[in-house]
């Protein structure tokens, strides 16, 4: 697994060792684990001979490629991290897993990226890199007989660590230090989606042998504004703070896609289960866990 140290691996992780899976975690950086629970190892997938070493050496069934560059910035300073980090990257673990004939690789898409059967403008360079990785998956499968399954995962929520600049963590953490949260407008409508029920998606995807070569959505099937939940959130916090809307500038190009879920039903026999309410609850009391964990 790539990306284990994500707010998405770390879930997955700790499902798959539940389920008695031998896990090799890769990070970019040295990882300590004194549970032994994985086996850790070091790599930066941009290196090509660097990660046929590490494939050829692990021989893995399965490939669950979360790692990335994932900022949204439109400035020309994100075209070449997203370049390198997802689409080259991607491309070695390809033609790696191409060349020892073995092992299955899900790769994590975007709700940013395209959707097939259309040719618009990609909004930033992260969605120009997604979009780009899965026509290359596709060739890959289509020419090469790569066992590769794409997946767009739509906005990821939920208990753990995200980047504190997303959008349900930065509202938690600032209304439960009193403060209140600067955001856009708030009217881009989003697919919401928890990430346990991603975790599912993601090993049906696995183990599907329907899905090979396509593309399959893991999202909500529900669109929901920005202001919406950030206003659920105070709701549910009971606090009288408000966030402000407008305090920063909407980003251009911003997309509004919802996941197929019946497709996606079809595909895998997947469907999501929690409501944006409970999961939203389950994320706050996870917050507030570790605020509580701080004052102690």
């Known amino acids: 697994m790539t990306g284990a140290t994500g707010h998405i691996g770390e879930h997955l992780c700790r499902r798959l060792w ?28 941009r290196n090509t001979e660097a990660t046929r070493s590490l494939l050829a050496a692990v021989q893995p069934d399965v490939v669950f490629h979360l790692a ?19 689409l080259l990257a991607t491309i070695n673990l390809l033609l790696a897993l191409t060349e020892l004939g073995c092992g299955r690789i899900v790769l994590a898409g975007s709700l940013e ?27 890959f499968h289509a020419l090469y007989g790569t066992s590769v399954v794409n997946t767009r995962i739509f906005m990821v929520y939920g208990p753990g660590r995200q980047p504190p600049t997303r959008l349900v ?48 959505d893991l999202g909500s099937g529900c669109l929901t504004k920005v202001r919406t939940v950030a206003l659920l959130i105070a709701g549910l916090l009971g606090t009288e703070i408000r966030p402000e809307f407008g305090a920063v500038a909407d980003r251009q190009m911003e ?4 996941a197929e879920v019946r497709r996606t039903y079809d595909q895998i026999g997947w469907q999501p289960t929690t409501s944006l309410e409970t999961g939203l609850r389950n994320t706050i009391d996870w917050f507030r866990a570790q605020d509580s964990h701080l004052e102690a």
């Open 68 to 86: 990335g560059c994932a900022i949204g910035k439109r400035g020309t300073d994100a075209v070449q991290p997203t370049l390198e980090h997802n």
């Open 255 to 258: 997309q509004v896609r919802v």
């Open 113 to 139: 990226e395209p959707i097939e059967g259309s040719s618009p403008v990609c909004s930033s360079p992260y969605a120009a890199s997604k979009w780009a990785v899965r026509a290359y998956a596709r060739m």
């Open 169 to 216: 963590p930065y509202v938690i953490s600032s209304l439960l230090s009193g403060e209140a949260p600067k955001l856009t407008s708030g009217e881009r409508e989003i697919d919401w989606i928890y990430v346990d029920d991603v975790i599912e998606g993601l090993l049906a995807c696995a183990r599907s042998q329907d899905v090979l070569g396509g593309t399959v």
């Open 18 to 45: 539940k389920e008695g899976a031998e896990i090799h975690a890769v990070s970019r950086k040295a990882q300590v684990d004194d549970r032994r629970d994985y086996k850790w190892w070091r790599a930066d997938f």
